[in-house]
Structures are given as C-alpha cells and as structure tokens.
C-alpha cells in the first residue's frame, strides 16, 4: 500500500513556518497558493516548501505533525536541515506532474 499521509512544512513569504497533515500534497499547496488553505497561511504567500514526509497512516502523520508544531522556531529549522535529505526532491518532482 502507498504511503498517502503527509506531513509538510511550508516557508511563508515573511519567512514564518506553516507545519501541517495532508492526504494529497499537491492540491493541498495548490490550496495554500491559492488563498484558501489554512487561514495561516492566507496572505502569506508565495510559499516554498522546505519538508515533507509520507506516512503509512494517518495516526501516525497527525502525531508527528502535532511534535513538529510543538517545537520552538530553532527546534524546526534544525529539523528541516536534519531531514531535507532526498525526499523533498522527491515530492517536489510530484509536485510538477
């Protein structure tokens, strides 16, 4: 069965952090760009999206999108730079298709 739980990080336009849970990556950014995704979020695009991970459930990816949305601002960039890694390149080629 295919990984279909995401939890993404977004950078905003006045570069704050957008952490969130989706089951479809692309519509969802699409969501965001367009003004009618989180009310976080609105306004405060473009955006760039700077993590994401698959999750075999959605268990799963909701506790880790809950960890991640608890950690300071310090905590969340090391993070990024700790798991960028191959998989963004991944799902950002997704995201083109």
């Known amino acids: 069965m295919e990984n279909n739980h995401f939890v993404y ?3 905003c ?3 704050t952090l957008y952490t969130g849970y989706t089951n479809h990556l692309k519509s969802r ?3 965001h760009s367009a003004g009618k995704g989180a009310k976080y979020t609105r ?4 955006f760039t999206l ?3 991970q698959s999750y ?3 268990t799963k990816a909701m506790q880790m ?3 991640i949305k608890k950690m300071s601002r310090v905590e969340k960039e090391a993070w990024i730079a700790n798991h960028q890694g191959g998989m963004l390149d991944e799902y950002t080629k ?3 298709t």
């Open 29 to 31: 950014i699409e969501k």
């Open 9 to 11: 990080m977004l950078r």
């Open 43 to 46: 306004g405060r695009g473009p």
């Open 65 to 67: 999108e809950y960890k």
């Open 50 to 52: 700077v993590y994401c």
């Open 13 to 15: 336009n006045d570069d």
């Open 94 to 96: 997704k995201l083109r």
């Open 56 to 58: 075999d459930s959605k």
